[in-house]
């Protein structure tokens, strides 16, 4: 079968490495930023990292401002104080320094520096009419991919949602990748985002939208994550595991940047809503038992990820290698000590059929989705996770 046309977007330079993010003075130079706009995550101003880079951009004669309140999981009101903070800067480049949160909380700044109104008249899909301020982020943990991807994501208090702002615009010019940065993050936290990156990974391999330049990088995620998430949980300080994770976290954000999620972020997605779950421990939970009602639309690219995470699937009926993937996956988030139910988060029966309905409205991610999913389906896939 000849292969859809597809679209490809990353950032304009990757940089990966130990060390690398040394390059960043450098990098902003080169971008033109003479005001340069630094959103971290408070936690890396005790640990020096934040430091280094103001006095990276301070080397190469580049002014700064240093914007640390950021919010986790962060709303839609705090993220306009920081969009203030920017153009209040006039900043010329943004860099954002930290895991998720604060990188998309870099990503809204970055946007609403060259856009007029606030962050609400932004989200959905393509809305923004111009690129962003150049932009330059580090993620220090392993797991969101959101320094590769066009998307960011938002709780709106008012409705209990999560929503996303979509634009190439928001792709960085720079993502600069450094495993030193993670040595730091606690267990828990390496277990959880590193299972938000398997589920990118894993969905974006059998999305409708995978194409195969986004299956290379998503494979080669599984891969990894396969090999190095539980070396990375049990010793954070191991480099190479950091190194790996690190990778694998980048590769999935190349997938899902570009085939996006589906199953398993649209149901997840109710439970941080409306119950404050965070983002890699809710898709976790939902993990298996997305795959367990996709797998029927693809047996073999199921079998593919069982292979990937490392299980052998030689002489196995294209059903029963298929169904390993579920089975490994749950052994992974079981291993790296990762809640199993819903009920272990406080999740009760009475609960289901709200976050139903607020999965449901998750259409730009079912629009992805390799089997159709009818709020029955997504009923029956929350009571067996419950
Ligand atoms: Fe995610």
Redesign the pocket.
């Known amino acids: 079968m000849i292969a859809k046309t597809a679209m490809f977007r990353i950032p304009a330079l990757i940089t990966v490495g130990c060390g690398a993010v040394e390059t960043v003075g450098a990098e902003a130079k080169r971008l033109g930023g003479t005001r340069v706009f630094v959103v971290g995550d408070p936690n890396l101003q005790k640990l020096g990292v934040t430091e280094k880079i103001l006095a990276s951009l301070a080397a190469q004669g580049i002014e700064s401002s240093l914007y640390t309140a950021v919010e986790f999981e962060p709303s839609v009101q705090r993220v306009e104080a920081a969009a203030a903070a920017a153009r209040e800067f006039a900043c010329d480049l943004v860099v954002g320094l930290g895991g998720?949160s604060t990188m998309d909380t870099a990503k809204a700044a970055a946007l609403l520096a060259r856009n007029p109104g606030s962050l609400e008249d932004y989200l959905g899909i393509g809305l923004a009419k111009q690129r962003s301020v150049p932009s330059i982020l580090i993620p220090t943990t392993s797991?969101?991919?959101a320094e590769i991807t066009p998307n960011a994501?938002f709780y709106v208090p008012a409705v209990q949602e999560k929503r996303a702002v979509v634009s190439p615009f928001t792709i960085p010019d720079v993502a600069i990748i450094d495993p030193l940065l993670t040595l730091t993050v606690p267990p828990a936290v390496t277990a959880a985002t590193g299972m938000?990156?398997l589920?990118?990974a894993v969905e974006a391999y059998t999305s409708l939208n995978a194409s195969p330049l986004t299956d290379l990088y998503a494979l080669e995620a599984i891969r990894l994550i396969g090999t190095h998430l539980r070396t990375a949980v049990a010793n954070g300080a191991d480099v190479a595991a950091r190194d790996g994770m690190a990778r694998a976290s980048m590769f999935a954000g190349v997938a899902?940047g570009n085939a996006g999620?589906n199953i398993v972020?649209a149901l997840?997605y109710p439970l941080q809503g409306q119950h404050r779950i965070t983002?890699?421990v809710a898709?976790s939970l939902l993990l298996p038992y997305g795959m367990e009602f996709n797998a029927l639309s693809n047996l073999q690219k199921f079998a593919a990820v069982a292979e990937a995470l490392g299980e052998p699937i030689a002489g196995l009926s294209p059903r029963a290698a298929a169904a390993k993937s579920t089975e490994t996956c749950r052994l992974l988030s079981l291993d790296v000590g990762i809640p199993q139910k819903m009920g272990e988060v406080g999740i009760k029966e009475e609960h289901i059929a709200n976050l139903v309905d607020g999965a449901m409205k998750m259409t730009r991610l079912w629009a992805n989705n390799p089997r159709q999913v009818r709020p029955e389906d997504a009923r029956a896939i929350f009571e067996r996770a419950l």
């Open positions: 998720g797991g969101t991919g994501l938000d990156a589920s990118h899902i999620t972020h997840a983002h890699g898709n």
